[in-house]
């Protein structure tokens, strides 16, 4: 009877070093699996992080060449219309009347300053110059007068690159003082596109 007892409780403690060999193997072999789980989640965020913060550049990049291009083209079409403003000086300048030759060396000052600062290109000021004279002198007599008085401006303007020429004390007494004058001795390349397009201009 003793011998039974003593062979029961031998096998119920081998039953519980068993369990626990095996508790302690599973437990075991998870660990690294918990550890493997771990790192791809980690990686998994910092990817999803960098992602992120990569779409977020992006988009910040796209916003802020959208506003560039915006500001830009107001810029431009402030432009534009500092031109039209200049042509209608052009338009209603009034040749042989008192102090129409100071009128016109003013105006032309002006012309000449506006085209030595603009970033405006060429295509622009063609196309700028064209629509005016389509869309802003009502008639053929209109036209061939602002021509003709743009023919005056451009003369003068000649006469300002000349550096053969002192136009100064004649700028002094038309309010001038503050131009851009001589502008380098040298041709103005949107004067000269401006000239070139009035120039040519044909009605259809």
Do not use: H
Not at 164 to 169: L, W
């Amino acid at each position: 009877m003793k011998k039974q007892a003593l062979i029961l409780i031998c096998a119920l403690t081998a039953g519980s070093f068993l369990q626990g060999c095996s508790s302690a193997s599973s437990s075991a072999s998870t660990e690294p699996l918990q550890v493997e789980t771990q790192e791809e989640t980690t990686a998994e965020t910092v990817q999803t992080q960098e992602e992120s913060a990569s779409a977020q550049d992006e988009t910040q990049a796209q916003t802020d060449a959208g506003q560039a291009q915006t500001e830009a083209e107001a810029d431009s079409s402030a432009q534009e219309a500092e031109l039209r403003t200049l042509f209608d000086r052009v338009k209603n300048l009034e040749s042989g009347t008192a102090g129409s030759s100071l009128k016109l060396t003013g105006l032309t000052a002006d012309i000449c300053d506006f085209c030595a600062e603009t970033d405006l290109k060429e295509t622009e000021l063609e196309d700028t110059a064209q629509t005016y004279m389509e869309t802003e002198l009502d008639d053929g007599d209109e036209r061939d007068v602002f021509k003709e008085n743009w023919q005056s401006v451009e003369n003068t303007y000649r006469t300002l690159i000349d550096p053969e020429e002192d136009e100064t004390d004649l700028l002094t007494d038309a309010g001038r003082t503050d131009s851009l004058y001589p502008y380098g001795n040298q041709e103005i390349a949107a004067m000269e596109t401006l000239s070139s397009t009035i120039d040519a201009y044909q009605a259809e």
